[in-house]
């Protein structure tokens, strides 16, 4: 055990540390042949809410951070991710998150995984904590109520959809 990534290794450009790395996200990625991990990014006060994307050729790191941003240009929070094999597909992954806590959003990434090609659905409620899963022609999205560190129910949402991109 040990630190793959460290606040030593981060910076983001015009912004000061310290920052907060949390809720680390890992995939696979077979077509660069790399771990790549998606990590939410902030100041102390959360006033940032950027991503960060780092990447390692093995899953215990070190992970060098390539870039922090603003997936799409949308502050996020509580971020996750997805990736969609249910119909043998390669390199179809997807970013959700909380976005700047006024809607959930979900995004395609790149075939390499290192960045969003836009929003593709959306769930228009204050929620977080987004956990997805695809059974029997069904894409299931179970989430919790924006209620910070207090607690609440987890609701489900269903939707019959081929992919996440409608």
């Not at 029997?136 to 019959?160: E, G, P, R």
């Amino acid at each position: 055990m040990g630190q793959v990534l460290g606040r030593q290794q981060v910076s983001i450009e015009g912004h000061l540390g310290p920052y907060v790395i949390e809720r680390p996200k890992l995939l696979w990625n077979p077509l660069t042949e790399c771990f790549v991990m998606w990590v939410h990014l902030d100041s102390n006060d959360y006033t940032y809410r950027y991503v960060g994307i780092a990447v390692s050729s093995v899953p215990n790191g070190v992970f060098t951070l390539l870039h922090a941003f603003r997936p799409d240009g949308i502050p996020s929070l509580d971020v996750n991710l997805y990736e969609d094999t249910h119909n043998g597909s390669v390199n179809s992954a997807y970013f959700v998150r909380s976005c700047n806590h006024q809607y959930v959003g979900i995004s395609r990434l790149t075939d390499d995984y290192l960045n969003t090609m836009g929003l593709t659905s959306t769930i228009n409620e204050l929620r977080e904590g987004h956990a997805i899963f695809h059974r029997n022609s069904n894409y299931y999205t179970m989430i919790s109520h924006l209620t910070s560190w207090a607690s609440n129910a987890v609701d489900l949402f269903i939707t019959n959809a081929d992919s996440l991109q409608n």
